[in-house]
C-alpha cells in the first residue's frame, strides 16, 4: 500500500533528505488491554497514542529540511487478526492528527504481508515478499517517489527489521529504544550490519543527535 499527501510533489532525484520512520514504538505506543494484558499494535484510530518526544523530534526533522514520510508492518491483515481497511483509517487518523501538530508526511508505505499467514487471513497477503522489513523495499520506493539524498537520509526504528531495511536501503539508521528495553541493548554496539548511526530514548533524542552531525 502506497499513500502521499495531496499536492506532494516529488523531488528532483537525489535531492531530498527524508527521514523515513517506523509507526509503532516509534511515534506511537502500542495497545495494551489492561484486562488480559494482552499487547498489540494500533488498529483503530481510537488506539492512536503519540509517544513522548515524537512530535517535538519529527518537527525538529522537518524544521531542518527534512521530508517526513512512514514505513510500517502491518501484518495483521495477513495473519487474520483484522482487515486492511482498518490498516488504512488507522494510518489515516495518523496522517491527520500529525498534521493538526504542523506535521506534513510526504508518503506511507505499508506492508501487510505476512510470511505464514493466519487463519482467517487473507490468503493473498500470505508468502515471501520485498516488502516487509528487515527488506529493504517499503524503503527503495519512497527514495524513489521522493527523490532521496540517500547518504542524507535516514531510517528511524524501534527495531533490528528497522536497522536492517535502512541499511538494505542505503540510507543512515537511528534506533529508538526506552531505556528499559535490555534486548535491544546488544544493537547500540553490536554486528556492524545492525549497529545504528545514532540511537537515543525518544524521538526527540534521536532528532537532536541527527542534527548535530549536521
Known amino acids: 500500500m502506497t499513500s502521499a499527501l495531496a499536492g506532494q510533489a516529488p523531488a528532483p532525484a ?10 509503532d514504538g516509534t511515534i506511537i505506543d502500542v495497545v495494551r488491554d489492561e484486562e488480559t494484558g494482552a499487547i498489540s499494535v494500533a488498529f483503530h484510530p481510537s488506539h492512536l497514542r503519540l509517544l513522548p518526544g515524537a512530535v517535538e523530534g519529527m518537527r ?3 524544521d531542518a529540511g527534512f521530508v517526513l514520510a512512514i514505513a510500517t508492518n502491518q501484518p495483521g491483515p495477513a495473519k487474520g487478526q483484522y482487515g486492511a481497511a482498518a490498516v488504512k483509517a488507522t494510518n489515516e487518523a495518523l496522517v491527520e492528527r500529525l498534521s493538526q501538530e504542523g506535521l506534513r508526511i510526504a ?5 501487510m504481508h505476512h510470511p505464514d499467514g493466519g487463519p482467517g487471513g487473507d490468503p493473498a497477503l500470505a508468502g515471501p515478499c520485498d ?15 521522493l527523490g532521496a539524498d540517500r547518504a542524507a537520509s535516514w531510517m ?9 531495511a535502512g541499511r538494505g536501503a ?17 544493537l ?16 526527540r533524542d534521536i532528532a537532536e543527535a541527527i542534527l548535530r552531525q549536521g
Open 170 to 186: 542505503g540510507l543512515r539508521t537511528a534506533l529508538v529504544f526506552a531505556k528499559n528495553r535490555c534486548e535491544l541493548c546488544p
Open 107 to 111: 508518503g506511507v508505505e505499508v506492508c
Open 131 to 145: 516488502c516487509r522489513k528487515p527488506r529493504p523495499g517499503m524503503l527503495e520506493r519512497l527514495a524513489v517517489r
Open 60 to 62: 525538529m526533522l522537518q
Open 188 to 203: 547500540r554496539g553490536g554486528p556492524a550490519g545492525l549497529t545504528p548511526d545514532v540511537h537515543g530514548p525518544t524521538l
Open 14 to 23: 537525489g535531492q531530498a533528505r527524508l527521514a523515513i520512520l517506523d509507526r
Open 156 to 164: 528511524i526504528g524501534d527495531g533490528a527489521g528497522d536497522l536492517e
